[in-house]
């Protein structure tokens, strides 16, 4: 039995039985019945975790694309594939069907190839979350060319970094971008970037806001008049299934960013599968994602997870406040908005506001919310639930990774019952593993531990580009034979899953290990506090001690601050017990953070422990000046 469509729990628990109990005979016959094939594989997993090497569908060619956009042509080609809202709301939203799109990922793929684009070659996309974006991603996949995506807010350092790691030949930008009431400088950092680029050969800028710009003679091209030129059809370049189809970087804890290498075929089956099962997607949905392409969850569901199951997937170009906190509120009441899917971040940020902002707009097109990116807290998941989903809409916790490709640990929307901080239950085909520090695995319920996964799936990242050695320590040396998240979890009695965090956010405390998670769940349940972070300092007597870096809702918090620390610990003694008391306790306005929203716990750790020597490069932060801040007022 391999069923495309799980509905109910009953019917999950047989689907995972199969996928666990003849992998290769689950996959094979989703793969036959979903997907176009220019010809079919000769084997359908070929795995040695060992080395690390695994193939999927080895033999088979395809062309992702055709998938995406070509086969949905004959019976949904009126059928808005991209609706695309832009940064202001007084600008009209814009519907691209699938018949438009095919058009434009054509043209686009035309003049790529007009350039000099050949199959292989990598090409860098630095662009707003504009349609060009989702369009110049799969013109690249058309013509076998391998895409990196940069997020567009990222400094000319850390993306010339990723330009010369891949060694691209091209970079796709525009002239700038609008983010709430900001302009930014898109080709200014570009062009600054590359100055240490020798590998870039063309430069495609598209328009967005019209800024007066530098373009260099013979390097760098307007976009537009080059797409009026070229022809609105361009075959399919036929791929095999090993394949690259990406390189996305996510940052490593040394510094170097890793570009993580996904292939096309295993990609392509899994990331369409999991979006159509962890979304419930109907034919008439209306799906909307938050994130933005240049991150994992933009590639697997924005552009490829939604395209591929004929899907109308939008694309937001601003951010939550502006021009107010009911934003993302009136988009979704606008477009009858179907599918939610956004971070933990966003919620809290949201949740701290009036609630007159969610109560102004009709929410009752919701049928299902999804939180991605980090687990989600209680408080936030209550105020998701009840404010949002109006208790209606289950919220899908989903855990998964860069790495990983597609979602790994989710509910299933209407089978799965749902638990506050659980991700609940692994997706068909993942089989998860808690081991424990000796390297062995800890079986039975009721239990904590590293979670591996001892199986591979078709869409996990199959080498570090240009360093298989480097993936294989990061990720196949710390258990035999199985593949290490990095992160932590624990298994109910029920057997759900909840992610306690990084293993490096696991401190041992006289002995005990706590994992940063649940404590930070307890303190921002006092009402006082919009968001914390603790890390461990060396601590004489204890061996580790835990630093408290908390968010107030209230800037202007007027009461006694020694009075609200003994508050906070009484609720995380309450809640944990005494052993997870925090020693220190600072008040900030803000916490250190990547673009996508991820706490740099290391930045912190580092101030906690007296240690501000090197902090590493803090100029891709998104907010890189709270870390003056947090060292000026650090508690000695």
Request: a negative charge; glycine letters at 8%; charged letters at 20%.
């Amino acid at each position: 039995m391999s069923k495309y469509h799980i509905q109910g729990l009953e019917e999950y628990f047989q689907v995972y039985r199969t996928s666990v109990d003849h992998p290769e005979k689950f996959w094979e016959q989703i793969a036959d019945e979903h997907f176009s094939w220019q010809k079919r594989w000769d084997s359908v997993l070929n795995w040695d975790f060992t080395k690390p090497e695994v193939t999927w569908f080895a033999g088979a060619q395809l062309n992702i694309t055709e998938n995406c956009i070509d086969r949905h042509l004959a019976t949904r080609g009126d059928k808005t594939a991209i609706l695309f809202e832009p940064n202001d709301p007084n600008d009209p939203a814009e519907h691209i069907t699938y018949t438009q799109l095919h058009k434009r990922v054509c043209a686009f793929a035309n003049v790529l190839k007009d350039q000099g684009i050949q199959k292989g070659d990598r090409v860098c996309i630095y662009l707003p979350m504009i349609p060009e974006l989702a369009i110049s991603v799969l013109a690249c996949a058309r013509i076998g060319a391998i895409h990196s995506v940069v997020f567009a807010g990222f400094s000319a350092t850390a993306l010339s970094t990723r330009i010369n790691d891949a060694s691209c030949k091209m970079v796709i930008t525009s002239d700038g971008s609008f983010r709430g009431s900001k302009t930014i400088d898109l080709k200014g950092i570009v062009d600054e970037a590359l100055d240490q680029c020798p590998s870039i050969q063309s430069v495609l800028v598209a328009r967005r806001t019209h800024t007066d710009i530098q373009m260099k003679e013979g390097r760098d091209h307007w976009l537009q008049p080059l797409l009026d030129k070229a022809a609105t059809d361009c075959p399919i370049e036929v791929m095999d299934a090993e394949d690259p189809l990406f390189i996305l970087y996510t940052s490593g804890s040394t510094g170097q960013p890793k570009g993580m290498v996904h292939t096309t075929a295993g990609y392509m089956v899994y990331s369409a599968y999991t979006f159509k099962n962890v979304f419930q997607y109907q034919e008439d949905d209306v799906y909307w994602c938050t994130a933005d392409i240049g991150w994992i969850t933009g590639h697997s569901y924005i552009v490829y997870g939604p395209l591929l199951n004929g899907a109308t997937t939008v694309m937001y170009e601003g951010v939550p406040a502006y021009p107010d906190w009911g934003r993302f509120w009136q988009i979704v009441a606008q477009h009858k908005i179907t599918q939610f899917y956004t971070a933990p971040t966003a919620i809290r940020a949201l949740a701290k506001e009036n609630l007159d902002f969610v109560e102004a707009y009709d929410l009752s097109s919701l049928k299902v919310l999804g939180t991605v990116g980090e687990p989600i807290n209680e408080e936030a998941w209550h105020w998701y639930n009840d404010n949002i989903g109006k208790k209606q809409s289950p919220i899908v916790d989903t855990w998964w990774q860069t790495e990983t490709g597609g979602i790994m640990i989710s509910p299933i929307p209407f089978a799965t019952p749902t638990i506050p901080t659980f991700a609940t239950l692994p997706l068909p085909g993942i089989q998860p593993a808690l081991m424990d520090e000796h390297g062995k695995e800890i079986h039975g319920n009721q239990v904590e531990g590293r979670l591996c996964i001892k199986f591979p799936w078709p869409s996990m990242a199959r080498t570090i580009w240009g360093n298989h050695q480097r993936y294989k320590e990061t990720y196949f040396s710390a258990f035999a034979k199985m593949y290490f998240t990095g992160d932590g979890a624990l298994r109910d009695a029920t057997g759900y899953y909840r992610i306690t965090g990084r293993v490096d956010d696991v401190i041992i405390v006289s002995g005990h290990n706590l994992g940063t998670a649940p404590i930070e769940d307890a303190v921002n349940e006092h009402p006082a506090v919009a968001e914390s972070a603790i890390v461990g300092f060396p601590h004489d007597i204890k061996g580790n001690a835990l630093y408290g870096y908390v968010i107030l809702k209230e800037t202007g918090e007027t009461r006694n601050h020694n009075n609200l620390r003994k508050e906070i610990n009484q609720v995380i003694t309450e809640k944990i017990g005494p052993i997870a008391k925090l020693d220190k306790i600072q008040f900030t306005t803000g916490l250190p953070k990547t673009r996508s929203g991820k706490i740099m716990r290391r930045i912190l750790r580092k101030i906690a422990s007296k240690d501000t020597s090197n902090l590493g490069d803090t100029s891709t932060l998104l907010n890189p000046e709270v870390v003056e801040e947090i060292i000026e007022n650090a508690l000695v």
